[in-house]
């Protein structure tokens, strides 16, 4: 590391509009990055870790403005500069992977144009050599067949396979500064490790100075040279990563660290009732014909194949895999969101939904509720949290008033103020947008929960917050809960039982604490030998 670092913040401070919480989401935030160092920004959803780095790059919204401080990345004095200079930055010097990938790739761009049209940008190599490199970005990020997977669709990718797009195109210029905004937050485990290696090997290589925001202490015992700790907008910490994972000196710095999730020596033991299954798959398959290349090739994946599974009350299922294993495209077909192929059966209290009808199926509806991994994508832009929570429930009956009630309690369940009420999605965080995605499907009470990367988006504090209300409601009313997590982690704490998928299929299954205290399967074996930090995790048990 040199001297000289190659980004200095001294004295940030951006201010809020006048009617959020708090006047200031960063003040007075001081740190430096060297060269072919990686600092680590940790702290809970709301804490100002995301609007340092759009202040740094130049992208924060209308609404906030940086009232103090300076921002210098090498020669360059960011808060000085043009627009077009600062543009002139963006990929080349700095370059940054944003936390929700839905919402940073256009819909209607295929993803290998979407590399290419960043070094075209820049002017950088001929259209085959920016081609050939896109293939090779893919290929280094772990997506499966990229001559075929460039040209597909985002919407046709899982949220992980989208996120290593994001990571690709973040790379494609080698800049000198790498914002990394939660970027392995939507991946599996396997995954997750094969970004940070990514990350790590091309620090390296090009001496690039790295800014990693995370919430996931395994990641910054795997990854970080430094540490910096932030609490709502104020930095509480700073020092080395030994120092701050071993001899913490903050409070909240001790309580983060403190709600970090272990992997559970014991299952979550609650009891499934010995009386019949409140959900029954049977035969279930999904299969897409996919179109790829000039030739408009066709191939068929089979997303799911012949899945089977039964789901008791007051008991939790995990389902655990690879990004691209199926998941969530079977919590998908569950809900009928998407249609499953002809021959399967989803039994609930002994109706095939799998058989019914639109009109048919509305009735049931309400009694199995999905929470999705995606909460940007799937709440309403154009609504206040006050109508996405209480539209379902007046749809079906509930009085306006007694709908508006029971909003203000599970915000405030999941750990959101009722003055939430009367914001829009745009205005709350990633994870704080995840916990109103909670709030709204446990508005109407379900039999079953299917809960869909549910906590994947949330920093440790409000994560467990979020599992013990989930385990709280599930006591008190029963419903059976299907788990879907890359997290082992979680899943050891939250599942009776586990399902392991792999391309589609369930390769290993049963009693949790067996699986992931031994694994039987090589796929599970690799997923658990894959989980992060697992040294510093053995260390402080």
Not at 428 to 447: K, N, T, V, Y
């Amino acid at each position: 590391m040199t001297d000289r670092p190659v980004l200095s913040v001294r004295g940030l401070t951006v201010t809020l509009p006048p009617h959020m919480d708090r006047s200031h989401a960063v003040k007075d935030v001081t740190f430096d990055i060297g060269r072919n160092e990686i600092l680590c920004i940790v702290g809970e959803s709301g804490s100002g870790k995301s609007v340092t780095a759009n202040a740094i790059m130049g992208l924060l919204p209308q609404t906030l403005k940086v009232t103090a401080g300076q921002i210098q990345l090498l020669e360059h004095d960011l808060l000085s500069l043009p627009g077009a200079k600062l543009r002139s930055l963006r990929g080349r010097v700095a370059s940054i992977i944003f936390q929700d990938p839905l919402s940073a790739l256009n819909p209607l761009m295929r993803i290998g144009d979407q590399i290419v049209e960043q070094m075209e940008a820049h002017d950088v190599g001929s259209p085959a050599d920016r081609r050939k490199r896109a293939i090779e970005l893919l290929h280094e990020v772990g997506l499966p067949e990229p001559q075929i997977i460039q040209y597909q669709y985002p919407f046709r990718l899982s949220g992980g396979q989208r996120q290593r797009v994001m990571i690709a195109m973040a790379l494609s210029l080698d800049p000198d500064l790498l914002i990394a905004d939660e970027p392995t937050t939507a991946l599996d485990v396997t995954t997750q490790a094969q970004i940070l290696e990514l990350i790590r090997t091309m620090q390296r290589r090009k001496d690039m100075s790295v800014m990693f925001i995370t919430h996931d202490f395994g990641v910054v015992s795997d990854i970080a040279d430094r540490v910096v700790v932030m609490e709502k907008g104020n930095l509480v910490e700073k020092g080395s990563r030994d120092e701050v994972l071993h001899r913490p000196q903050h409070s909240y710095t001790r309580k983060l660290i403190a709600a970090v999730p272990r992997m559970s020596d014991a299952n979550s033991a609650r009891g499934a009732d010995a009386s019949d299954p409140i959900l029954e798959v049977e035969h279930l398959n999904k299969t897409f014909q996919l179109t790829s290349g000039l030739f408009r090739k066709q191939r068929v994946l089979r997303a799911v194949n012949d899945v089977a599974f039964k789901v008791f009350p007051k008991s939790t299922l995990g389902v655990v895999g690879e990004s691209g294993s199926g998941k969530s495209t079977l919590g998908k077909l569950l809900l009928k969101l998407i249609p499953a192929d002809a021959g399967g059966r989803i039994s609930y209290k002994g109706q095939n939904l799998a058989s019914l009808g639109e009109a048919e199926m509305r009735p049931y509806r309400n009694r199995i509720q999905m929470v999705f991994q995606d909460p940007f994508a799937s709440l309403n832009p154009r609504h206040t949290v006050a109508t996405i929570l209480t539209a379902g429930p007046r749809a079906a009956g509930i009085p306006a008033d007694d709908a508006s009630r029971k909003a203000a309690v599970m915000l405030e369940r999941v750990g959101l103020s009722q003055s939430a009420l009367r914001r829009y999605p745009h205005e709350f965080s990633e994870g704080q947008r995840q916990r109103i995605g909670i709030a709204r499907a446990l508005m109407f009470d379900p039999d079953v929960l299917v809960a869909d990367e549910a906590v994947s988006a949330l920093d440790v504090s409000i994560q467990a917050q979020i599992l013990k209300l989930l385990q709280h409601a599930q006591t008190e009313t029963g419903f059976a809960m299907i788990f879907i997590t890359h997290d082992l982690r979680v899943a050891s704490q939250m599942c009776d039982e586990l399902i392991v998928m792999y391309r589609g299929s369930i390769v290993e299954r049963g009693d949790a604490k067996r699986i992931l205290n031994a694994p039987q399967h090589e796929y599970t074996t690799r997923l658990v030998g894959a989980l992060p930090g697992a040294e510093w995790h053995r260390e402080t048990a």
